[in-house]
């Protein structure tokens, strides 16, 4: 059990670690890991570090080439503009279901998501990503579909490290009091325009910056 324990532990810190320094940016798209350096980074065994990685490529963040090892996986404009696209697609269908049916328990959670901005360090912008994606996750549960909650949760893990490149922490956070008034009157008209304004926003200011600044990073 203390054996299994340890694993888990292990893999728990490497996915996290390595999660973070991938959407901060300190890893940069088609990057090659290195099981052994990692391992000795990370200060773990290459099982539990191999099985982190997994977890990385099941997030679409890491890349897995079969006889040539793990990379930061890479993506084209078109790629992204098409992942905002589902985004879109996903989020309007969850809080058109939602607004009829959200319960006072799931506003109550909405409203004490965010912990608050805390500036624009590196730990900050993970937990402002951990934070967005459990609210909009939310959101898409209260419209009793499960399965589309867990696509959304998927399609917000791939778009994080996107999400960071505009280091848009504080104004994330106020657009959110626009949704959750919108549910509480269960005005589905108000939360769809509330959810669209905002993934509209983000979107063009994620595009904008990458065209700009992170283009040849990213093979665009």
């Known amino acids: 059990m203390a054996e299994q324990d340890s694993y888990d532990t292990s893999k728990s810190k490497a996915y996290t670690e390595?999660?973070?320094?991938?959407?901060?940016?300190h890893r940069r798209p088609g990057e090659r890991l290195?099981?052994?350096?990692?391992?000795?980074?990370?200060?773990?065994s290459i099982t539990p570090l191999r099985d982190a990685l997994h977890m990385l490529a099941q997030d679409g963040l890491v890349t897995?080439?079969?006889?040539?090892?793990?990379?930061?996986?890479?993506?084209?404009?078109k790629e992204l503009r098409e992942l905002f696209e589902l985004r879109e697609i996903l989020e309007l269908a969850a809080i058109e279901r939602a607004a009829p049916r959200i319960t006072d328990e799931c506003l109550e959670q909405l409203e004490h998501v965010h912990a608050g901005?805390?500036?624009?360090?590196?730990?900050s912008y993970d937990r402002y990503t951990d934070e967005n994606r459990r609210?909009?996750?939310?959101?898409?549960?209260?419209?009793?579909?499960?399965?589309?909650?867990e696509?959304?949760?998927?399609?917000?893990?791939?778009?994080?490290?996107?999400?960071?490149?505009?280091r848009g922490?504080?104004?994330?956070?106020?657009t959110h009091p626009d949704t959750i008034e919108a549910l509480?009157?269960?005005?589905?008209?108000?939360?769809?325009?509330?959810?669209?304004?905002e993934i509209s926003a983000t979107r063009d200011a994620v595009l904008d910056h990458v065209i700009r600044e992170d283009g040849g990073s990213w093979h665009l």
């Open 18 to 25: 390595l999660r973070r320094s991938i959407i901060t940016g």
């Open 34 to 44: 290195s099981l052994a350096e990692l391992a000795k980074t990370y200060k773990t």
């Open 64 to 77: 897995i080439k079969p006889r040539s090892g793990y990379f930061i996986s890479r993506t084209t404009l």
């Open 117 to 123: 901005y805390t500036g624009d360090d590196d730990e």
């Open 135 to 149: 609210f909009h996750y939310l959101i898409a549960e209260a419209s009793g579909n499960h399965e589309l909650a």
């Open 151 to 166: 696509m959304l949760g998927r399609l917000h893990d791939r778009l994080a490290r996107f999400m960071v490149l505009r």
């Open 169 to 174: 922490g504080e104004s994330q956070m106020s």
């Open 184 to 197: 509480r009157k269960r005005d589905v008209a108000a939360a769809r325009k509330a959810m669209l304004d």
